[in-house]
């Protein structure tokens, strides 16, 4: 049963527009979310993180809104450079922690030059 | 910065045989996790560890082991390699009670022929 759902695995975007990556989740004991940026080869790397007391967190470029409502989270990256061209994972976990995060499977965003 | 190495970038091994996967950090962090990743099932986690000697199932044990013996490191075992055990494994650590992300290596993609 997949607890946090990313449901287009691709997504293309002319450089310098905005990308918008979705996720959405299941298990509402969840409260801390965070988006992760994957390139070939590499580990993932933290990007953003927003805690369920919020409903946005901006960082440069790269703002996270949380609708618990309707338990869907978005990352939008403002403007999209080809050096976002990565594989993106949202990732979720029941408390204010890093134990046992919960990926979802993955949006591979590719920047149009 | 956090370092988090794994010994091997890529491993061939053949069925049967015993797989150990080897994780170090340099910043005297308390928790490590193992996790797969697969494309379509995102990151899944195997087992983590919170101190010395001590560990935690996670998702997905089934066929895999670890040992923490010492603080910085952090070995997975597959008692048995079997092909559906193919897969990128990532190791991860962070400290704990602190906002901090996972820190994650660069990867080592299993191959069982």
């Known amino acids: 049963d997949q607890q946090v759902k990313q449901n287009s695995p691709s997504l293309s975007v002319q450089e310098g527009r905005i990308s918008i990556l979705n996720c959405d989740y299941t298990n509402s004991m969840f409260d801390y979310f965070l988006w992760y940026k994957k390139y070939p080869a590499e580990g993932p790397t933290f990007l953003i993180s927003?805690?369920?007391?919020?409903d946005k967190n901006e960082d440069g470029r790269f703002t996270v809104f949380l609708n618990k409502s309707a338990k869907h989270l978005s990352l939008h990256i403002v403007p999209s450079q080809p050096g976002d061209s990565a594989v993106y994972f949202c990732?979720?976990?029941?408390?204010?922690?890093?134990?046992?995060?919960?990926f979802g499977t993955g949006t591979r965003l590719t920047i149009i030059p | 910065d956090v370092k988090v190495t794994q010994s091997s970038r890529y491993l061939v091994k053949r069925t049967g045989e015993k797989v150990f996967l080897e994780c170090v950090q340099d910043m005297d962090h308390e928790n490590m996790f193992w996790y797969r990743q697969d494309p379509g099932l995102g990151l899944r986690l195997i087992y983590f560890?919170?101190?010395?000697?001590?560990?935690e199932k996670g998702d997905i044990p089934e066929g895999y082991s670890v040992s923490r013996e010492k603080k910085e490191r952090f070995s997975l075992i597959l008692e048995s390699a079997s092909t559906n055990q193919t897969s990128m494994y990532l190791c991860a650590t962070y400290r704990q009670g602190v906002d901090s992300p996972l820190h994650f290596g660069n990867g080592t993609r299993l191959t069982v022929t």
């Open positions: 927003i805690s369920s007391i919020k």
């Open positions: 560890s919170y101190d010395v000697k001590m560990k």
């Open positions: 990732a979720a976990s029941g408390y204010f922690g890093n134990e046992k995060l919960t």
